[in-house]
Structure formats: C-alpha cells, structure tokens
C-alpha cells in the first residue's frame, strides 16, 4: 500500500518557534508538494521540489521554507511561527510521469499560539 | 491564468439518492487532466477520479462517474447511490501535465440517513 506519512497530525507551536512538518513518501516519486488547507480557500501551494536539493515556490511561499536532502523526504520550515500559520498543511507527491495522480499525507493540524 | 472554480461551498443528499457536485476551470491549453480527490473527515485526501482531456468518452468508476464538458469547460462528478461513506470534502483539480496542480475550494457533501 503506498503511503504519505506526516511526521505529526496535530502540532502547538508558540510564536516565533522555528517548526518543522515533515513528510515521507515511499513510491520513490520525484515530485513533492507542501500545500496549505484553509476553509473557503481550497488548497494553496507552498512550495514543491521535482527532485532531490531541488524546490520552487508555489502560490504562497512567504514565511516558509523546504528542504529536500533524500528524495523520499521533503521538509516545511516555517522560520519564525505565527498566529497567521494556523492551517491545516498537507503533503503530496506524484510520480513525474504517469498518470499524474496525487498522493496525499494524512495533513498537519498546526496551530500557532 | 488557470482556475478551477467550485460554487457549491456545501450539498447534501439522501443516503441512496443520486447528487451531482459543479467544477468549471479556466486553461488554454489542450491537453491536460482534471481529478476529483475526496477528503472525508479523517482528513486523507484520496483520488475518486481522474479524467484526460483528449479521451472525449467520461470517466466512471463504480458509483462515481462525471460529465466532462471540454467546450464548456465544465467537469462535474455524478455520486449515484450515495453511501453515508461518501460524507466528505471533494475537491476538483487540474493539472497541464507540469509541477502545478490547481485546486477549487471543495464541497462540504453531507449523506443523510
């Protein structure tokens, strides 16, 4: 069964913490994806990476950062929390070619406080 | 710029009853994908179907099938016999075939016993 794994479903941070979501993924797909889910908003890309030390922005990526060191693992930096960063942020990945189905994590409930 | 647009924010159907969910999206290119991903409420998002732009017969799968306008730009996905399983957020979304996948903002379905 092939899986996204995020490191935490739910996550209290206080302001100005440096966070980390982590992500996993075992079907040695190229392509990562961090996306943030907000009510009314659908999903918005933060950033993503189509192979390993490599990454773009999206749509959103102000307050945030990513690492990718293997390709199984892509990272969220968020450098200085705050209260604005209270989302649901969920983790993607496709294979680059195929069928360009998205596999999702199970989503990281973040609140900043 | 390409957009996909949902405009039932929240629907509900009787459990058994057919319901039809609305997804237009804006592109101009010719090929490309549309999906309709489903995130029930313990929050992993998984793919109900996919359609290619060029195949011009509409995807089925089992109770779920959609009607694929590519002159209207329309795609909307028919749940016929809906099960209290079918409770979720569903997700329309778009992809030309590069990194970016575009999403609309959901439909909250709610299948009443």
């Known amino acids: 069964d092939v899986k996204v794994t995020q490191s935490s479903r739910y996550l209290v941070k206080r302001t100005g913490e440096k966070v980390f979501l982590e992500c996993v993924q075992d079907?040695?797909?190229?392509?990562m994806f961090w996306y943030r889910q907000d009510p009314g908003l659908g999903l918005r890309l933060i950033y993503f990476?189509?192979?390993?030390?490599?990454?773009e922005k999206g749509d959103i990526p102000e307050g945030y950062s990513v690492s990718r060191e293997k390709k199984e693992r892509f990272s969220l930096i968020l450098e200085s929390a705050s209260t604005n960063q209270t989302s649901m942020y969920l983790c993607?990945?496709?294979?680059?070619?195929?069928?360009?189905?998205?596999?999702f994590g199970q989503g990281t409930r973040l609140t900043v406080v | 710029a390409q957009t996909v647009t949902q405009s039932q924010p929240e629907m509900s159907v009787q459990e058994a009853e057919t319901v039809t969910l609305s997804c237009t999206y804006d592109?101009?290119?010719?090929?490309?994908?549309l999906f309709w991903y489903k995130q029930p409420p313990s929050r992993q998002m998984i793919l109900v179907i996919r359609?290619?732009?060029?195949?011009?017969q509409n995807a089925t799968e089992n109770r779920f099938s959609v009607n694929f306008q590519k002159a209207a730009k329309s795609f909307s996905l028919k749940i016929s016999d809906s099960q209290l399983g079918d409770t979720a957020m569903y997700f329309c979304a778009f992809t030309s075939g590069t990194y970016k996948y575009i999403f609309g903002t959901g439909t909250r379905l709610k299948v009443l016993a």
């Open positions: 990476s189509y192979d390993v030390k490599m990454k």
């Open positions: 079907m040695d797909h190229e392509n």
């Open positions: 592109t101009s290119e010719n090929n490309y994908y």
């Open positions: 993607a990945s496709t294979a680059f070619q195929g069928k360009y189905e998205a596999f």
């Open positions: 359609q290619e732009a060029y195949k011009q």
